[in-house]
């Protein structure tokens, strides 16, 4: 059809990965017209907040208030954070679990 696609990587949380979000123009175009299309990379990552230190109870809330999912605690229930897997400022899809270590 003689038209040319160019495609725009876009995070979006509710089209999966690799679908099309939108393309300009709609509708009828000419030959050798460029047609922008914006694909979906999924839900934009979240960063594992700084909660080494924190509680237990403080860690799992900051958890799930960005998205995350509080994974197994390794140590004393009634201790603080003192390490993660993934570690605080890394950058992970949402939904990720986080192991806390307590101690």
């Not at 000419?30 to 299309?37: F, K, N, P, S, Y």
């Amino acid at each position: 059809m003689g038209l040319v696609a160019q495609c725009t990587p876009t995070y979006n949380a509710t089209v999966p990965n690799g679908e099309v979000i939108s393309w300009s123009p709609t509708g009828t175009a000419l030959e050798g017209t460029v047609i922008a299309v914006s694909t979906s990379e999924g839900p934009p990552p979240v960063i594992v907040p700084p909660i080494i230190g924190d509680t237990l109870t403080e860690a799992i809330g900051e958890l799930e208030n960005v998205g995350l999912v509080p994974g197994t605690n390794q140590g004393p229930l009634g201790g603080r954070v003192v390490d993660t897997t993934p570690v605080p400022g890394t950058s992970v899809a949402p939904g990720t679990t986080v192991n806390l270590y307590t101690g």
